[in-house]
């Protein structure tokens, strides 16, 4: 596995501002993935984060609304823009060590409230 | 459609019983199932996983699951419960013909009560 961090593990904000949530691995990835959760519920997932290349996101989601950085194969950042109380929630990163490994392994998460 | 269902929202449990944590699935192709455990307040983690095999899979904590081809189940089993086991529950499944598709399909969770 590997170690997995978030920055920062949680906010409050005010609507309409931007929030960047950083995820750094302590070793190379091949894949990284960004999801949503609700307290005590599912897993959402928001996007795969390509490096080098854009995001692809899934159903429901939007780049402009969560954009999403990979510059290299240990760190990728989701910014949640134009906040409003509907995205409060935990937000998670994960990672798969390489191909063949099929075990995502996540982050301790982000814990963000809209005011 | 894939598809993942985990049929109990709560499962109660007396300490020293043994547990059970129920999840069907449905896939194209043969499947790769996970479970995934989730302490109040914290990340996700790893318990388990199928992907080829011994249909009996032993995990962390002393957690173990089945998997059923002709029943698409993969419940995930302890023969003797603790308190500590309390926790959020989450069945994931990904198709093996998913290809560059690397998406797991979650189940809704089960939250699992160990009582003293």
């Known amino acids: 596995s590997a170690v997995i961090s978030q920055k920062p593990s949680r906010d409050i904000c005010q609507r309409g501002t931007s929030l960047t949530i950083q995820c750094q691995v302590d070793?190379?990835?091949?894949?990284m993935f960004w999801y949503r959760q609700q307290p005590g519920q599912s897993l959402t997932l928001i996007a795969t984060a390509n490096q080098g290349s854009e995001a692809t996101y899934e159903s429901g989601f939007v780049i402009d609304k969560f954009p999403i950085s990979r510059p290299n194969l240990t760190f990728s950042t989701l910014t949640v823009s134009n906040m409003s109380p509907e995205d409060s929630s935990i937000y998670l990163c994960s990672v798969e060590m390489g191909y063949g490994q099929e075990t995502q392994y996540f982050g301790p998460g982000t814990r963000l409230l809209v005011l | 459609a894939q598809s993942v269902a985990q049929p109990e929202d709560q499962v109660n449990v007396a300490e020293g019983n043994p547990l059970t944590v129920k999840c069907t699935y449905s896939v194209s192709g043969n499947p790769y199932l996970f479970w995934y455990v989730q302490y109040p307040n914290r990340g996700l983690q790893f318990l388990l996983k199928?992907?080829?095999?011994d249909n009996l899979v032993k995990g962390s904590y002393g957690f173990e699951a089945e998997f059923n081809k002709s029943q698409t189940s993969f419940h995930l089993k302890k023969p003797s419960a603790l308190v500590s086991d309390s926790a959020l529950y989450f069945c994931?499944?990904?198709?093996?013909?998913?290809?560059?598709?690397?998406?797991?399909?979650w189940g809704l969770g089960t939250s699992l009560a160990v009582n003293p």
């Open positions: 994931a499944v990904r198709g093996l013909n998913a290809g560059n598709n690397r998406k797991l399909i």
């Open positions: 070793s190379q990835v091949t894949m």
């Open positions: 199928y992907i080829t095999g």
